[in-house]
């Protein structure tokens, strides 16, 4: 006969601190049985029950055991029962989960969602505890809120299963995304409302926002668009500017977002006067070239930072690290002018203990250190730190460089140099494509990888198999070959070009081609190397009767089969502040080829290439690019007609057929290229309209301008051809995109004209 001794119930109450009479008198259990289980094994009933065999159990032991079992959040009721001297434990299992659905969700995968209400304690195969569901609705519409779907609605359905299993559905019904309808900021009189809303990075919607999603409200957005707007007030004198208070707020439909800035614009302020004062260390004539504004000037936040900055910087020179320099005004709200005077401490000197660096998951370490000219254990150098994270930018590995100074504690003279590098990927897949109306469709395609498995090391491999260009080559560059710096490269080609199928743009020849070569570069400065190069090359040339008749009595002098070994040297310096999204500094080359004694092929050719980018605001960088060469043979030899230069397409004129500019065979019409090249562009970079601080889209107006000149022609300014038009530079998703649409504005009748150009490749 069995008796109840205590349940769930009773055990509840205990857990509340409620009190209840023993209901057997106290016995030796001789066994334990465990009943109503189907999913739990006994042993881990056993392994939390605190009673065991030969145990004797009385009401406190009992009342324990029950708490113990129901701690477990397994079972949703728990009796024991006496038969005899055998204790038996009866359960009522909680379900469990068998699956989780979700039907009508496509704003997300389903596999994030899956982890974050896992870390709620809701996941397959876990115990249904169905007070966790409204947990997980209010957070699948807190993912859904964070997307901008403020209407959006999630129900839930339970459905019992075999083997005392549930299967729950989360139905949802997603709605509109949220747009933003408008943006009103109040109390603006100084600059049109429209002018400053260009500002903003939050905008209403446009044709790009689809992508840069700036037409849905962030609250972060919104926080850094204010002090955007700040900046600009500020920046413009107008010291007491203040933004009063922001409101949003969403239509009944929950599909239009609007915003409300109130503002205080005050009274643009000038500066009265400039003085210097606290332990200035240097001499103050020295501090006085570093301040920016002067006495009448209108009051500018942001000249003023500089000027704060440059003097902090000059003491970073000398190991001071935690120079605090302050500019504090005296108003003189009357006469509407501020007098400053920058207050500068320069602390202690410190030097570096460690440079730690994080971010780098592909990257070695390694990479990143050599780069740095700030030692550990020496003294602290603002300009020596601020070199180092320009190097590391130019390297193009990283989208991002912090650097980062904390002090190290328990010191008053050191600090750690805190690396935080955001990694970009390195390899590109590039195809190309071009449209004229005298070719056809023309593709071609290379593969590198820039940072190959993290060394900083680089390797390449182009395949080209259009019609008339045939390309099978590989480079493979090693920047750090000895640890002072000096780079090797090698490289290996076969190449064969038929220009019969470029249409009738160039002059018919094939030349067919293989080598390879080794190439070293040698640093001379931070900024500048000399590199030197020695190549084997063997070419096979063919001519028909439709090539022009010099290239038909070059080949009746000299054959159609050299053999040449080829010399390179060449100098670089480079300034540019970053790799992909230069907007300061400069790049200059100077480059150089002549063939060795002993060659078949005796000529030389010599080349010159400058770069800079001039930063016209935030907004817009003036780009001016400047090419030189010159080809000439020598020892009774001519230049090969094949190292001629050429002029026209991408990478040179734009608007005009690639190659078509310059010397023509009067027979064939065809393009001969020349012994001299000259090639110029300017490009104005800014922003494309509406996509705010986006830097991944580029757009840009060009000029570009160029020719080339054959032996015996004198280069003349007439003889250039010029074009006009727009590009886009696009770092999509699917990989980065060029884009270009130029139009001639000074070109001859017999010019060949090509207009659109675009390079289409996948980043990886």
């Known amino acids: 006969m069995k008796k109840s001794i205590l349940a769930g119930l009773v055990a509840a109450l205990l857990a509340t601190g409620a009190t209840t009479a023993s209901a057997f008198d106290p016995f030796v259990v001789k066994d334990i049985r465990v009943e109503g289980i189907q999913r739990t094994e006994a042993g881990t009933v056993f392994s939390y029950l605190p009673v065991k065999v030969g145990d004797t159990l009385d009401d406190d032991k009992a009342s324990k055991a029950i708490k113990a079992l129901f701690a477990t959040g397994f079972f949703k009721d728990v009796r024991l029962e006496i038969e005899g001297d055998v204790l038996v434990v009866i359960l009522d299992e909680r379900p469990a989960i068998n699956s989780l659905e979700f039907v009508g969700m496509k704003a997300f995968e389903k596999d994030p969602m899956l982890k974050a209400l896992k870390e709620l304690g809701l996941s397959e195969s876990r115990i249904f505890d169905r007070s966790l569901l409204e947990k997980a609705e209010q957070e699948i519409k807190r993912q859904y809120l964070s997307r901008g779907y403020y209407g959006a609605n999630v129900t839930t359905t339970v459905t019992p299963l075999e083997r005392n299993r549930v299967g729950i559905n989360f139905n949802i019904v997603e709605g509109e995304v949220a747009k933003i309808h408008q943006i009103n900021i109040i109390g603006s009189k100084a600059f049109p409302e429209k002018d400053l809303l260009e500002l903003f990075q939050l905008r209403t919607p446009g044709w790009f926002t689809w992508y840069t999603k700036n037409d849905q409200y962030s609250k972060q957005k919104l926080s850094a668009d204010l002090e955007t707007l700040r900046s600009h007030y500020l920046d413009n004198g107008y010291l007491e500017f203040n933004v009063d208070s922001t409101q949003v707020s969403i239509s009944p439909d929950k599909k239009d977002i609007y915003i409300t800035i109130n503002v205080t614009e005050g009274q643009p302020y000038k500066i009265a006067s400039i003085k210097l004062a606290g332990n200035l260390l240097l001499p103050e004539d020295e501090l006085k070239k570093l301040v920016t504004v002067k006495p009448g000037d209108s009051y500018s936040r942001a000249r003023l930072t500089d000027t704060t900055k440059a ?365 001299r090249r000259l090639v110029g562009n300017a490009e104005l970079l800014f922003p494309l309209p509406g996509s705010g601080t986006d830097k991944s889209l580029r757009l840009s107006a060009f000029v570009d301008g160029g020719n080339v000149w054959g032996q015996g022609e004198s280069i003349a300014f007439r003889d250039i051809r010029f074009s006009t038009g727009v590009a886009v530079t696009w770092s999509s998703f699917m990989g980065p995109l060029k884009f270009s649409f130029a139009t001639p504005i000074k070109k001859e009748t017999t010019d060949k004209i090509q207009r659109l150009q675009f390079q289409f490749g996948s980043s990886f």
């Open 311 to 675: 003097i902090s910087d000059r003491l970073g020179n000398d190991g001071y690290a935690f120079a605090n320099v302050n500019a504090a005004p005296e108003l003189n709200k009357e006469k509407l002018e501020a007098a400053f005077t920058i207050y500068v401490d320069p602390g202690r000197k410190v030097y570096v203990r460690r440079i730690n660096v994080t971010g780098n998951n592909r990257t070695r370490d390694e990479v990143v250190r050599r780069e740095f000219r700030q030692m550990e254990s020496a003294w602290y150098d603002a300009e020596r730190i601020n070199k180092s994270k320009k190097r590391a930018n130019r390297l193009g590995y990283f989208e991002d460089v912090v650097i980062e100074t904390p002090p190290v504690a328990g010191t008053t003279d050191q600090v750690d140099l805190e690396v935080k590098v955001k990694e970009r990927p390195t390899g590109n897949l590039m195809l190309g494509a071009g449209f004229s109306s005298s070719e056809k469709l023309v593709l071609s395609g290379s593969i590198e990888q820039q940072n190959l498995f993290g060394s900083g090391r680089s390797l390449g491999v182009q395949l080209n198999t259009s019609r008339a260009n045939k390309v099978y080559s590989m480079s493979y560059t090693n920047p750090y070959y000895t640890v002072d710096g000096v780079s090797r490269g090698f490289d290996i080609y076969k190449r064969k070009t038929d220009t019969s199928q470029l249409s009738s743009t160039i002059a018919t020849y094939d030349v067919s081609s293989w080598g390879g070569g080794v190439r070293y570069g040698v640093p001379i400065g931070d900024e500048q190397n000399i590199n030197f190069g020695l190549s084997y090359d063997s070419t096979t040339l063919g001519v028909t009767t439709s090539s022009p008749q010099r290239y038909q009595d070059f080949v009746a002098a000299n054959g159609t089969s050299f053999a040449s070994l080829v010399g390179s040297i060449g100098w670089g310096q480079d300034t540019v502040d970053s790799r992909l999204y230069p907007t300061s500094g400069f790049t200059r080359r100077i480059g150089g080829e002549l063939t060795m004694p002993g060659s078949n092929l005796r000529y030389y050719k010599a080349s010159f290439q400058q770069q800079n980018y001039f930063p016209l605001s935030k907004t817009f960088t003036l780009m001016l690019n400047g090419e030189a060469g010159l080809a000439h043979g020598f020892g009774d030899r001519d230049l090969p007609f094949w190292k001629n230069f050429y002029a026209g397409g991408i990478g040179s004129v734009r608007g005009f057929d690639t190659g078509s500019l310059g010397p023509r065979d009067a027979s064939t019409d065809t393009a001969l290229g020349g012994t």
